[in-house]
């Protein structure tokens, strides 16, 4: 059974960084892809960006040029470089799995996250 454990979140001032971590248990092989996204209060949530197996990278137009997504050699851990923090990137993240590949739709995923709160304010 495929566990993902989020960590990383937590509150910082506009203009800042945090990195969040999605650490994959249970798997017996790397072939997923994984997907992060975010729920602010009160709105739907959205994905943010995804990692492919291969490495490839998709990014929500929102954050582009800001996160990074990156996965390590072994890739059982997932990370969002979060950079240049704006209020409104408040939000619960939650990392997903995904065993077709990699988007922004959230049907394309099959195990969730926990979910991380991540606080952008002064």
């Known amino acids: 059974q495929v566990q993902l454990v989020e960590s990383g979140g937590g509150l910082v001032q506009p203009g800042g960084s945090l990195r969040l971590s999605c650490a994959v248990v249970g798997s017996n092989s790397g072939h997923y892809g994984i997907g992060w996204f975010r729920q602010a209060p009160g709105k739907e949530r959205e994905g943010v960006s995804c990692?492919?197996?291969?490495?490839?990278?998709i990014y929500a137009n929102s954050v582009l040029g800001r996160f990074t997504v990156s996965r390590d050699n072994a890739k059982t851990t997932v990370y969002l470089q979060m950079t240049g923090l704006k209020p409104e990137d408040t939000a619960v993240y939650y990392c997903?799995?995904?065993?077709?590949?990699?988007?922004?739709?959230?049907?394309?995923?099959?195990?969730w996250g926990q979910g991380t709160q991540v606080t952008i304010s002064s």
């Open positions: 997903a799995h995904s065993t077709t590949g990699c988007g922004l739709r959230k049907d394309l995923y099959d195990i």
């Open positions: 990692v492919f197996s291969s490495g490839g990278t």
